[in-house]
């Protein structure tokens, strides 16, 4: 049997007609750059979080660089991140003119820890960027109260949680900005790239709408801004699939309920760890090996069984090649956790569209590695 990492062509074929639909609608409009699918996107999308305002944007990584600049956040400033998300948050923080602090994940849930956090601030700091890492919310309670003692400001990444929430909070309750991707292999795909911030804070709406057009506050009129759009098109499709991604994370934390149960003896593995009264999303189900050398033996023996699993992020920011880069980066602590989980980790296929026998076969297979190994 093979099993993929992804169910794109699946996704599509269930909800062809609606996604056909709305890309017919767009292409006869003849509007496809900031025409009326995108304003019906964002008002959707603005919605479906709570939030007073959603502007789409390039990309997920643009969400976020922009929302910096939006604030005014730049060269001489410090953004504290964990080291063992994906790249493209520091990268953001570096493309803003920001210093990157690095401090390590909590060893449970991989997300950052709100005592690091606290202990890297110095006079410089400026903003946390909390990821809300393979789906599960950051623990936005604790991070909230340290912006606010501090004066910090707080951009939620989530690129790969969206529909999820903490106990006791939203996403885009206790932070200025939510930035979101929807470059196809995330939970809310399009058909290439895009990614939208979301915020109740009018200014950087505002800020973000002029950045992301050329800096233009009225036909001709420019300050140097930049040209990261998410076309309509894009929107089209987005606007098709939001109505259904509840369902669909719910399809996704029956898979991982699944990978849980039938897994939970493994002997030689750790399983992803579900903060009580969260709703983890599932963008990736994460195992652990819990002997990090035998990571990529695991990794092959599923990969040789035809599973397409992964590695979500084997190598942590700090870790990658030309480290030190030309680029402000400094590591506050140790960041034994992240580079534990980098070297240990295998991504289980996760996706809604997979049947009942993919993941028994999946779940088979680890264990009959787990028995040799464990
Ligand atoms: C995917 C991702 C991004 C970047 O999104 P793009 O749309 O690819 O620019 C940023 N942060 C995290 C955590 C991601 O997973």
Redo the contacts with the bound molecule.
């Keep these: 049997m093979k099993v993929g990492f992804y169910g794109h062509v699946r996704q599509y074929e269930n909800i062809k007609s609606e996604i056909d639909a709305n890309i017919q609608n767009v292409l006869m409009s003849g509007k496809y750059v900031m025409g009326p699918m995108l304003a019906k996107f964002e008002k959707e999308l603005a919605e479906y979080m709570g939030t007073k305002h959603a502007i789409g944007v390039g990309?997920?990584?643009?969400a976020?660089w922009l929302t910096l600049m939006a604030l005014g956040i730049g060269k001489g400033d410090e953004v504290i991140t964990h080291a063992n998300?994906?790249f493209?948050?520091a990268e953001?923080a570096w493309i803003a003119g920001c210093k990157v602090v690095l401090v390590d994940c909590d060893p449970k849930t991989k997300n950052l820890d709100p005592a690091l956090v606290e202990a890297a601030i110095t006079p410089k700091t400026k903003a946390i960027i909390p990821?809300h890492?393979y789906g599960q919310c950051a623990d936005m309670l604790a991070i909230k109260a340290i912006a606010d003692k501090h004066n910090l400001v707080v951009i939620e990444?989530n690129?790969?949680g969206i529909d999820g929430y903490g106990k006791g909070f939203k996403q885009g309750e206790l932070s200025d900005a939510v930035?979101i991707?929807?470059?196809i292999q995330?939970n809310l795909g399009c058909f290439g790239?895009?990614?939208a911030v979301v915020t109740n804070n009018e200014e950087i709406d505002r800020q973000i709408r002029i950045l992301r057009n050329h800096g233009s506050k009225k036909r001709s009129w420019h300050s140097p801004g930049f040209n990261s759009r998410l076309d309509d098109l894009q929107a089209g499709v987005l606007s098709a699939k939001l109505k259904h991604i509840t369902a669909w994370t719910d399809q996704r934390i029956a898979i991982a309920d699944r990978y849980s149960a039938g897994l939970k003896d493994a002997k030689a593995l750790d399983l992803p760890y579900t903060t009580p009264g969260f709703r983890h999303v599932f963008h990736l189900y994460v195992v652990e090996t819990k002997d990090a050398s035998k990571r990529n033996d695991l990794l092959k023996f599923l990969n040789d069984a035809g599973i397409d699993a992964k590695c979500h992020y084997d190598i942590a920011i700090h870790q990658q090649d030309g480290y030190p880069w030309d680029v402000d980066v400094e590591i506050r602590g140790s960041l034994e956790n992240a580079e534990k989980n980098a070297a240990s980790c295998v991504s289980l296929p996760m996706f809604p569209e997979l049947t009942t026998e993919e993941v028994d076969y999946v779940i088979a297979k680890t264990l009959e590695w787990d028995k040799a190994n464990g």
């Design positions: 990309n997920g990584t643009d976020i998300t994906f493209a948050t953001a990821v890492l990444d690129a790969q930035s991707s929807f470059i995330k790239d895009g990614g």
